[in-house]
């Protein structure tokens, strides 16, 4: 907000966060090749066979582990991969 505060002559009309389908408990967490992997055929594959395994594994991983995770090591969730949506909208009107 402090940027939107910062331009000239302009009168905030919206500002809104747009997270359909965002998991926020996943926000921040860092997960291993295994899991990365797992994630990824749940929300992307269109393999009936990678998707059941996923399915298998992805609700035991994410309830145990996931979720209640502090990995330091790992790579980020790019949830924005499947279909997360994660954006800011902010509508500005330039006074005159």
């Known amino acids: 907000m402090s940027l939107i505060k910062s331009l000239p002559n302009a009168i905030l009309i919206s500002a809104e966060i747009q997270d359909k389908n965002y998991d926020h408990a996943l926000q921040g967490k860092k997960l291993g090749k295994f899991s990365l992997k ?7 594959t269109n393999n009936r066979t990678k998707k059941f395994i996923s399915n298998i594994f992805y609700s035991f991983l994410y309830k145990n582990f996931w979720i209640k995770s502090n ?9 924005t991969l499947g279909n997360a949506l994660a954006q800011i909208q902010v509508v500005l009107q330039k006074a005159t």
């Open 38 to 44: 797992i994630y990824k055929w749940k929300m992307r």
């Open 71 to 79: 990995n330091t090591s790992g790579k980020p969730v790019d949830q």
